[in-house]
């Protein structure tokens, strides 16, 4: 290599260079060691004073280079801030030389990576500062480094190189990450730790310092990181060491991991929300261990019940604290919860710790929680509902004694009583009739009919009284059998013919088509139709109409109904009349004996023959009473 291979021609336009200078005996001997040596001397503002024919193989035929030309005019804009950067290290620092890399621009194929050093050159008295840039063509193994710059680009890992602060490198996740919209604007950063939560940035510059003094990556930590649109993101986070165009850097990688910070949010609020909700249950709760039996948590209303603070009971089972009054209960209700997964309305007796026994139902059910299973027990203090309990079946049974008892008084003494009324009647009767004679007094004879119809009023209430203490008794006796509904009213209607026409009512009935035969005992639906056909003539004023309908129904039953134009009654007096001796409690009705066992007799005769029983009624303007019976097939 001679002193004029180094030389700038005269018609490139650039300055010789002396070949006795320090740099001219610096470049002759890189070029003996290494002939593929690059080298391109520059100015401060870069621009190029000369290169040496290597470098002009390389860049192929560009155009001859000119004083005004510069070294940022041969490489890729990408690559102009690291220079810049190298320049002013070398102007501002003592150091000689810089690593530098970057790709240089060509008219054709693919452009050339060179990477290498800018080396300050020795000053000669009268010169200005120059440089020399001395690099060499590493294209052919760049190919590895692109590929694991692609890697980096695309990993769901964020990772940023920064140095002092300043980034170097930032992947497009880093960028979306920190609310950048290119990863290359990254390298505008001048602080990452700017973008670390105030909260944060303490736990941040601790692991940052420490990986830096020892030289080793950081255990992972979790800290918060605020976007340049303030939004904040929950990451995990690595920070490790590295060699970045020959000097130390920093890499620091993240992981977005705010999905699952707020899953972790939600379920501890979960959790909360529900050992809240179970605190302030009057049940007991307790949660135990499947295997070993021991509690593991409590609730209030446990120690309260037991009487044993929640510190006394974690870690100890139900047979250490004694709480079983019989410990056989407990391995019957484990039973039980093994064969079926849960437990419900289990009755124990749990033994407190002052020595009282109480009643509890209890309720249990398996769950699973970290590869683990519990046993969840929910019980009640049922000791107050047991002794009501057995209170109301005392009561019951008092009341039904007490029923008893009624039933048979009033049937001994209907009994008693229809012996002497039959007798008061018949000799009223013979009486009456004058059957041994003439009777002169015609006062007399008016004594004995009202002596007869009293003994009939009292005799029908009598009857009425035993009916119904047979009723509640369960003596009724039912025979079925196949009747013409209508033809056994119209039996009826002529026993009571004349109370019709002394009360000046009329009667109308609306036969059907057919003979409408009823599956029923005649001698209680005869019993029904005299109860349902006297309290229409009762109640019905004179002058007024009384309707008697029959009909068959879809049902395959058969609707008989009497219907009056009478007083009526309220909602309130029918459920009045429904009930065992109740009457409405009106003046008109009050002109009327009887004691208000007509119609609940009724109903249960219709009921004990497979019938219904309905009334519909309004004041003023009647009532009509519907029973249905079955059809006789």
């Known amino acids: 290599m001679t002193t004029g291979q180094l030389e700038s021609k005269s018609d490139a336009g650039l300055a010789a260079l002396p070949a006795s200078s320090a740099c001219a005996q610096l470049c002759r001997s890189a070029e003996i060691i290494c002939p593929s040596v690059i080298l391109i001397g520059i100015d401060i503002e870069g621009h190029i004073l000369w290169m040496n024919e290597q470098a002009r ?65 020795p000053k000669d008295p009268d010169s200005t500062d120059t440089y020399v840039i001395s690099v060499h063509d590493v294209t052919p193994y760049s190919s590895e480094d692109d590929h694991f710059h692609k890697i980096i680009h695309q990993a769901l890992e964020a990772t940023i190189v920064h140095r002092d602060g300043k980034v170097l490198y930032a992947n497009q996740k880093s960028a979306d990450i920190f609310g950048v919209e290119d990863h290359q604007k990254m390298l505008d950063i001048h602080d990452v730790h700017s973008f670390i939560h105030p909260h944060d940035k303490d736990l941040f510059e601790q692991r940052d310092n420490h990986t830096k003094s020892e030289g080793i990556s950081s255990e992972e930590f979790e800290c918060r990181l605020i976007s340049e649109k303030e939004k904040i ?47 302030i249950s009057p049940d007991v709760v307790a949660i135990s261990d499947c295997e070993s039996g021991e509690y593991l948590w409590v609730n209030t209303a446990f120690s309260r019940f037991f009487g044993i603070p929640a510190k006394e009971v974690y870690g100890r089972t139900s047979l250490e604290l004694g709480i079983w009054h019989s410990p056989e209960q407990r391995t019957q209700l484990l039973e039980i919860l093994e064969e079926k997964g849960v437990v419900e309305n289990f009755e124990a007796r749990a033994h407190l710790a002052n020595g009282q026994i109480h009643d509890t139902s209890l309720a249990a059910t398996k769950i699973r929680f970290m590869s683990n299973d519990y046993i969840v027990t929910v019980g009640r203090d049922i000791t107050q509902q047991k002794r009501q309990q057995k209170d109301l079946e005392n009561s019951i049974v008092a009341a039904e004694l007490a029923n008893r008892s009624k039933t048979d008084f009033l ?60 009723i509640e008794a369960g003596k009724i006796d039912i025979y079925l059998e196949a009747f013409d509904i209508l033809e056994t009213y119209e039996q009826i209607e002529r026993l009571l ?93 009050r002109q009327h004996d009887g004691i208000g066992l007509g119609i609940p007799i009724v109903e249960h005769l219709t009921t004990l023959q497979n019938g219904t029983f309905s009334i519909q009624s309004k004041p003023g303007e009647g009532t009509t009473v519907t029973i249905t019976l079955p059809q006789a097939s």
Not at 94 to 102: E, K, L, P, S
Request: charged share 20%; hydrophobic share 40%; glycine share 6%.
């Open 497 to 589: 013919r004349e109370r019709i026409i002394e009360a000046g009512l009329r009667i109308t009935i609306h036969p059907p088509s057919q003979p409408l035969l009823v599956w029923a005992d005649i001698s209680r639906t005869k019993q029904i139709m005299i109860n349902l056909l006297s309290n229409a003539i009762k109640f019905t004023p004179k002058g007024g109409d009384i309707h008697v309908s029959a009909k068959a129904k879809d049902d395959g039953s058969i609707a008989f109904s009497i219907k009056d134009t009478g007083i009526g009654m309220t909602e309130d007096e029918i459920a009045t009349a429904l009930s065992p001796f109740g009457q409405s409690d009106t003046s008109y009705t």
């Open 411 to 470: 049937t001994n003494m209907s009994h008693e009583l229809r012996t002497p009324l039959n007798a008061i009647i018949g000799f009223s009767s013979l009486i009456s009739g004058q059957v041994h004679g003439v009777i002169t007094a015609p006062k007399y004879i008016e004594y004995a009919d009202d002596i007869q119809n009293a003994g009939r009023h009292l005799l029908h209430i009598v009857n009425d009284l035993l009916d119904m203490s047979r």
């Open 57 to 121: 193989a390389v860049l192929y035929g560009l155009p001859p280079t000119h004083k005004t030309d510069t070294i940022f005019q041969l490489i890729e804009t990408v690559d102009h801030p690291a220079l810049t950067s190298n320049l002013r290290t070398l102007v501002r620092t003592c150091v000689n030389a810089v690593q530098i890399a970057f790709h240089l621009k060509t008219p054709m194929g693919k452009a050339p990576y060179l990477r290498g050093h800018i080396i300050t050159t």
């Open 233 to 279: 993101t929950w990451v995990r986070c690595r920070i490790g060491t590295i060699l970045w165009n020959g000097r130390p850097a920093t890499v620091t990688t993240f992981i977005d991991i705010t999905d699952k910070k707020s899953e972790e949010h939600a379920q501890r609020e979960r959790e909360k929300l529900f050992t809240r909700i179970l605190e």
